[in-house]
């Protein structure tokens, strides 16, 4: 029973983690500008292949990236610092509300396929250091249903962006944002050990 509640703790913690980087609600209003021309149904189809191509570009990521570092030869500390870091230089966009390369003006195609929308290179790397300090196991259950999750965001994206408005996902971006910054702290702090 202990074991399944530190199992269950560690996806909640994965999850919050994915869910924050992926930011799918910041993701809304581009996805209904890129596709305003769109049938229902075309798209249905756009948010079914940015969900399927966003899942599995993290969890690829999440199989092959500690190879990748293996084969680098980048000490697990180092990256734990270095993307701790990076981490937090995205966390502050989101919570300054600074533009750091994110535009709204992605060709249709880029939101289709789902990157950079959903998974960019901040929920590749999150997806990693999350395996490396709570479990592989763990965040790949969280990652599929952060993107399932992502998923639903997107086919619910009209009545989502009528609801909260342009305000209110500014809002809820700034939040994810702050939320962001206390996990890249951790993974610094855990890279230099302390």
């Given amino acids: 029973m202990v074991e399944f509640e530190i199992a269950l703790t560690s996806i909640i913690t994965a999850y919050i983690a994915l869910f924050v980087v992926m930011d799918p609600f910041t993701s809304v209003p581009v996805f209904l500008t890129l596709t305003k021309k769109f049938t229902q149904q075309k798209k249905r189809e756009a948010a079914n292949i940015a969900a399927v191509v966003a899942t599995g570009v993290l969890l690829g990521f999440l199989f092959v990236g500690p190879l990748v570092l293996q084969f680098m030869g980048i000490r697990l500390e ?6 701790g870091i990076l981490m937090l230089l995205i966390s502050l966009s989101f919570a300054l ?22 998974a960019g290179p901040g929920t590749m790397l999150t997806s990693i250091l999350l395996a490396n ?8 259950i ?3 249903l ?3 999750t992502s998923y639903l965001i997107l086919l619910a994206s009209t009545p989502v962006y009528k609801i909260i408005g ?4 500014e809002i809820m971006s700034r939040v994810m944002g702050v939320l962001l910054a206390a996990f890249a702290v951790e993974f610094i702090r855990k890279g230099f050990g302390m």
């Fill in 78 to 83: 180092s990256f734990e610092i270095g993307g």
């Fill in 97 to 118: 509300g600074i533009n750091m390369g994110k535009t709204e003006e992605a060709p249709v195609e880029a939101v289709i396929i789902g990157v950079p929308l959903l």
């Fill in 146 to 148: 952060t993107c399932i």
């Fill in 142 to 144: 969280a990652g599929i």
């Fill in 133 to 140: 300090t709570i479990g592989f196991y763990n965040v790949l």
């Fill in 166 to 169: 342009k305000n209110g996902l």
